[in-house]
């Protein structure tokens, strides 16, 4: 089992930046992050693959890439997600979500994991 607890969330103007931060209870080679918006499916935001020798590698969504970054923190547990240059379209709740197992390149689908946290309510406001 891994347990996740996601922080960092909260309301910004369109523009701004939020980095969110996700906490797991043991090291998994892959983690991700998905939102949800109201009456929309869980999407793939960011994945990330750090089982490599030779770094980590990413995965993003075409409607992130540029603004957001995924990274390890300097505990292994540890996953962050960097949001630049938000828009009222990244509104979502926003989950944190591990892989047991390795898998590469990082997935962006939610069936490929196993765990889930609570989620972040993440709100831009035009």
């Keep these: 089992q891994v347990h996740l607890v996601e922080s960092g ?55 992130v890439k540029g603004r957001f970054t995924i990274s390890q923190g300097n505990a292994k547990n540890t996953v962050y997600l960097q949001m630049n240059s938000l828009k009222p379209e990244d509104t979502a709740i926003y989950y944190c979500a591990a892989k047991s197992g390795a898998w590469f390149p990082p997935p962006l689908f939610k069936s490929q994991y196993n765990y889930w946290g609570q989620g972040t309510q993440v709100t831009v406001s035009s």
């Design 9 to 63: 969330g909260g309301s910004v103007q369109a523009g701004g930046s939020l980095r969110l931060s996700c906490e797991a209870s043991r090291y998994t080679d892959n983690m991700g992050w998905f939102r949800q918006a109201p009456g929309k499916d869980r999407e793939g935001v960011a994945a990330i693959y750090t089982g490599a020798n030779d770094g980590a590698r990413t995965a993003y969504a075409d409607s």
